[in-house]
């Protein structure tokens, strides 16, 4: 076992180890070539009863966890979104892991509590928001996405919905686009109130926004049939290819309706550090509600996803409990940052994004989005000058998709149908993964399969693009 004593020499060859995985990076595939089933059938079927040697567990991190891995901070990991961890932040969490403190009353972690605080004004001042908001650092944007469901429950229940819940009252429906992530969807099932009462509404136009006046007729559709509307979940940046709502124009429509706002920017809020991006989410000083994850884009390591809200009291009145036993007395005006979330135990998050944005300063962060949207609009428009790729969906910030189409593969020399190119398209996206180099990841745009780009990693270079491009085109070519 491990005892303290032994501590520092095991966690300096763990500090030795991590220096050298990063290092090796550019050299390892994204994705590792893995059969499912292998990593667990080289497990012991039960756990040891007596203790074995440090050395032995550590080899077999490195010869069997690690190569079966795919690799969130490899350079060229353009797949789904990013998942940040700076240096500075995987320090300050090997910090939190020693103080492991369990930050859920301000009397539990007194420093967490006011540290966590100051941290949400510096983002929230970071962001360009008001003073209107106050913030709260939650596990992940689906617990964030959860609570402000909640908040919609209470407030469309008249505040009954904890103590009687749901049953025998009128549907509570909750509106959103048909762009949104899967996490809105599960946050109506976790709440109770279900697939169904979610109504999405359709997108139009380059952004897939969602079509404001189909919105409003739906609330009005709703309200006629005895259905009671408890809010909205708009979307910016959406995981599929960064759609985009109009907030102000959906924040106006739900004030007219006395309907709260949930703004779900889990990936596109990091961005919002640079002004110039702020258009994207114009109006949102209006909304109840917002989630971005500094774990994605920023270089905070996950997990930290920052809520910020309008009316903390709503929030506690949703989500704050207190039997007897986690009660403070005698200290009056402190936050319990466990009455603004669903856990009741809570990590020190704060700590990393106060490590983060200290020793990079936003300016060196605002440097990092920029590369990566610039660079992303350059690789597609490199590959929009080839006559056998198409450009599906515009980059949004740092998100595009495309489609290899050749030509001379269809019946004649005719354009390839749908499924034809769906196909082509799937297997151009395994080919690249297959080929370990890059990484990236598939989606559906209008019905058709569309691979995506995002470019986000902190360690990215303009040279990873170049490879990109390089692959991309490689490996489409060799499947004809
Ligand atoms: C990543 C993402 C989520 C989910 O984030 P978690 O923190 O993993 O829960 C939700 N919405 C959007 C738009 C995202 O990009």
């Known amino acids: 076992m491990l005892s303290w004593d032994a501590f520092e020499s095991w966690a300096k060859r763990a500090v030795e180890w991590t220096k050298g995985y990063h290092a090796s990076l550019r050299q390892r595939p994204v994705r590792p070539h893995v059969e499912p089933g292998s990593v667990l059938a080289q497990i012991p079927e039960h756990a040891p009863e007596s203790p074995e040697p440090m050395q032995a567990i550590l080899d077999d991190f490195e010869q069997l966890i690690v190569p079966n891995m795919t690799h969130w901070q490899h350079p060229r990991f353009f797949a789904y979104f990013p998942a940040n961890a700076a240096p500075v932040s995987v320090l300050a969490e090997q910090l939190t892991a020693a103080l492991a403190a369990q930050c859920m009353l301000w009397q539990t972690s007194p420093a967490a509590t006011e540290l966590e605080t100051a941290m949400m004004v510096w983002l929230r001042e970071a962001l360009g928001l008001s003073e209107d908001f106050s913030g709260v650092i939650q596990d992940s944007a689906s617990s964030a996405t959860l609570a402000a469901i909640l908040m919609m429950r209470s407030k469309a229940s008249g505040m009954t919905a904890n103590q009687a819940g749901l049953a025998g009252g009128p549907q509570l429906r909750v509106y959103c686009s048909d762009q949104v992530h899967s996490s809105i969807d599960k946050a109506m099932w976790v709440a109770g109130l279900g697939q169904d009462n979610l109504v999405k509404i359709p997108t139009y136009g380059p952004l897939r926004s969602m079509d404001v006046a189909a919105l409003e007729a739906a609330i009005a559709a709703d309200r006629a049939a005895g259905h009671v509307p408890a809010g909205i979940i708009i979307c910016v940046g959406g995981t599929s290819i960064g759609a985009s709502d109009q907030v102000a124009e959906v924040v106006a429509l739900a004030k007219r309706e006395g309907l709260l706002t949930h703004l779900d920017a889990a990936w596109a809020g990091s961005a919002m550090i640079c002004p110039e ?3 994207l989410w114009r109006g949102v000083e209006g909304v109840d509600s917002m989630v971005f994850n500094p774990h994605k884009w ?27 036993y986690l009660k403070t007395h005698g200290k009056e005006g402190i936050v319990n940052y466990s009455e603004w979330s669903v856990p009741l135990g809570r990590r020190f998050r704060a700590l990393k994004l106060w490590f983060l944005l200290r020793a990079h300063g936003l300016e060196d ?8 949207v610039a660079w992303s609009r350059d690789l597609a428009e490199k590959l929009r000058a080839l006559p056998d ?17 050749p030509k001379e593969q269809g019946v004649e020399g005719q354009a390839l149908d749908g499924e034809a190119a769906d196909a082509l398209n799937l297997a151009l996206v395994n080919a690249i993964n297959d080929d370990g180099r890059i990484y990236l990841t598939q989606t559906k745009l209008d019905g058709r399969t569309v691979i995506r780009f995002q470019a986000g990693q902190f360690e990215m270079e303009e ?16 499947l004809i």
């Open 277 to 279: 991006f702020r258009s």
């Open 298 to 324: 920023l270089g905070a390591q996950f997990d930290c996803a920052v809520q910020f809200v309008r009316s903390p009291q709503l929030l506690v009145e949703t989500l704050g409990i207190q039997p007897e």
């Open 365 to 372: 962060l605002r440097g990092r989005i920029r590369n990566h």
């Open 389 to 405: 790729f198409e450009i599906s969906s515009d980059p949004i910030l740092s998100l595009f998709s495309f489609r290899y189409m």
């Open 463 to 478: 040279q990873d693009k170049d490879t990109a491009f390089a692959v991309i085109v490689e490996c489409a070519r060799k």
